[in-house]
Nanobody
Framework: QVQLVESGGGLVQPGGSLRLSCAASGNIFSINAMGWYRQAPGKQRELVATISRAGYTNYKDSVKGRFTISRDDAKKTVYLQMISLKPEDTAVYSC?????????WGQGTQVTVSS
């Protein structure tokens, strides 16, 4: 059984920064792709950033240059460093990992950008 636990969300002022973490536990030999998604109230979930096992990254256009995804396979953890946060970044952020072709999701962590 694979479980993902996120941390690092919270309330931040516009222009501020946050770092999200998502750690996996369970019987995991290796993790393929890792990613972060978000869902704002009344909107569909959207991809924020992904990182492949080889380290290739992909970002939603509106976060390019502000968000950075990274991974530490030894710790089975994926990170999302967010800077220059905007009110429109407010959402529940969830991590996603692919293990042996199966997708796993974290429970989500709230990020609120407001003055």
């Amino acid at each position: 059984q694979v479980q993902l636990v996120e941390s690092g969300g919270g309330l931040v002022q516009p222009g501020g920064s946050l770092r999200l973490s998502c750690a996996a536990s369970g019987n995991i030999f290796s993790i393929n792709a890792m990613g972060w998604y978000r869902q704002a109230p009344g909107k569909q979930r959207e991809l924020v950033a992904t990182i492949s096992r080889a380290g290739y990254t992909n970002y939603k256009d509106s976060v390019k240059g502000r968000f950075t995804i990274s991974r530490d396979d030894a710790k089975k953890t994926v990170y999302l460093q967010m800077i220059s946060l905007k009110p429109e970044d407010t959402a529940v952020y969830s991590c996603n990992m692919v293990v042996k072709s199966l997708e796993y999701w974290g429970q989500g962590t709230q990020v609120t950008v407001s003055s």
